[in-house]
């Protein structure tokens, strides 16, 4: 059974997502927070295995909340198409993935079942824009900044693909491995790298310059 918090300061939103995830029999809505600090308080207590957070809230708000939720949850951050700069700084703060606001139900619960495998939820639009978002960003760092030094060249060579949005099948096809190896390579690289999914593999590819916007391998 995959446990879900909802916080989101509109009661109606919540009662929405509620009457939608209630309806799936490995689905179970737990909790609803109104703002950041309650999202907080009640992910640390009842230990959901996903999160669905707002980002504008009162108090604190739902980026301050994700950073402070940590690993302790799959943070999914419900979103709209003006809050593009939320994006980087969101992924940062260690979501999972974005929800569009006016998503279609069926979208919804997928999404949740896919944070709550531990994989990223990153539409392809989502994806461009955030990798737009990096391209006006100085690199901070290069390869020599010490982050990938755990990293096998192959698992290098995985990453980049990761970063450039390949699903695993495709990645076996492009690295001549099978899909099964490819996860037991990304499996490797989030625990060498202390991250707990996709998303944050991608940040830290583009962080660290191994792919950069517009020189995808």
């Excluded at 916080?7 to 309806?23: F, H, I, K, N, Y």
């Excluded at 980026?63 to 700084?89: H, K, Q, S, W």
């Excluded at 279609?104 to 824009?129: C, F, K, N, Q």
């Excluded at 625990?191 to 830290?204: E, M, N, S």
Aim: hydrophobic share 45%; aromatic share 2%.
């Amino acid at each position: 059974m995959i446990r879900v918090l909802l916080a989101d300061d509109q009661p109606l939103v919540r009662a929405g997502l509620r009457a939608l995830l209630e309806s799936e029999p490995d689905i179970a809505p737990v909790g609803e927070a109104a703002d950041g600090h309650e999202a907080v308080r009640m992910a640390a207590e009842m230990r959901p295995d996903v999160v669905l957070m707002d980002i504008r809230m009162p108090g604190m708000d739902g980026l301050t909340a994700t950073r402070r939720i940590g690993t302790a949850a799959r943070v999914l951050i419900v979103t709209t198409f003006d809050l593009d700069e939320y994006l980087y700084e969101a992924l940062r703060a260690g979501a999972s993935g974005f929800l569009v606001k006016d998503a279609e139900p069926a979208e919804i619960r997928h999404a949740v079942r896919v944070a709550a495998r531990g994989d990223a939820l990153l539409s392809p639009g989502v994806t461009r824009r955030l990798i737009e978002e990096f391209a006006t960003r100085p690199v901070s760092g290069g390869l020599d900044d010490g982050r990938l030094a755990p990293l096998t060249r192959r698992e290098r060579e995985v990453l980049a693909k990761v970063a450039e949005g390949c699903p695993n099948e495709r990645i076996g096809t492009l690295l001549s491995m099978s899909p099964a190896t490819v996860k037991t390579h990304v499996n490797r690289m989030m625990a060498k790298l202390d991250v707990h999914d996709r998303a944050q593999l991608v940040v830290i590819a583009y962080e660290t310059g191994l792919v950069r916007p517009g020189h995808s391998g």
